[in-house]
């Protein structure tokens, strides 16, 4: 509906193949830098904030001849079951009690053939930190060329604070907050959002971007299903300017509404 209206071959803000803004960039680039010495290190951010797209990024990466991915994206991390989907990666298989000797001698293979291997765990937040701790144990015994990054919400870097976990925190090698977006920022994402799929930049008007930027409050995410919500709303009425009534249209939808509003609606 939105490519047939407006003459476009692809979707903004719909679009699989996303930019890295300035901050994932250079979390991206020194990630890299880490792995050449045996890094260990902590991504973390609020929901939205770009944790995903960064992860995506790095994934991305194994097309590469020099790079192995290891992407461990299951909501329950057990040991096991990372090392299995380390298994699978390095394309071994072995009972699971010669399972780390097994890894243990395909790290090194791989490294002999000039590649660089990053282990990525997402919500590792919700990752027992006895689990992390055989991790740690067992990448001490990897080649230097690997980056074990670690993706999730800020309670992480808590956890890894408290005195019982130094043992882990101490082996970090670099960590980063992914911060929220200042408003010039989202606006900017909007327009080159827009510039990619060669739609016009005035596809939004002023104030529809206006309201689109201070009720994302700095969230990439909702960022971007704002704006694409709003477009579907404009392109209903086969509307190409969208204005704050298609934004509005959206935020009236109960996911945007907060706790105290849903009560008073149900209250009314």
């Known amino acids: ?50 944790k995903s797209v960064l992860k995506e990024h790095l994934e991305a990466q194994a097309n590469a001849r020099d790079t192995t991915i290891v992407s461990c994206s299951r909501t329950m991390h057990t040991y096991l079951q990372i090392l299995l989907q380390m298994a699978e990666s390095f394309k071994i298989e072995v009972p699971e009690r010669q399972l780390e000797k097994e890894l243990i001698k395909a790290a090194f293979e791989h490294i002999q053939q000039r590649k660089t291997l990053y282990i990525l765990i997402d919500e590792a937040h919700l990752i027992e930190m006895n689990v992390l701790r055989k991790l740690r144990l067992l990448f001490e015994q990897f080649p230097k060329k690997h980056n074990l990054v670690l993706f999730g919400q800020r309670d992480l870097l808590h956890y890894l604070s408290l005195n019982v976990n130094q043992d882990i925190k101490s082996r970090i090698t670099y960590s980063a907050t992914i911060k929220p977006l200042n408003p010039d920022d989202l606006e900017h994402y909007i327009v080159k959002e827009l510039e990619m799929v060669r739609m016009g930049i005035n596809t939004f008007d002023p104030a529809a971007i206006e309201l689109i930027v201070r009720s994302a409050n700095g969230n990439l ?24 009534t298609h934004v509005n249209a959206v935020l009236v939808q109960p996911h945007w509404r907060s706790h105290n509003e849903l009560i008073k609606q149900q209250m009314a």
């Open 1 to 50: 509906m939105i490519k047939s209206l407006h003459g476009v071959t692809k979707e903004p803000f719909n679009r699989h193949d996303l930019a890295l803004l300035p901050q994932q960039k250079t979390i991206l680039d020194i990630i890299k830098i880490h792995a050449q010495q045996g890094g260990f290190s902590v991504i973390v951010g609020e929901p939205g904030v770009g």
């Open 221 to 244: 995410r909702l960022c971007r299903n704002l704006c694409y919500g709003s477009l579907v709303e404009a392109a209903r009425e086969t509307q190409k300017t969208v204005t704050i």
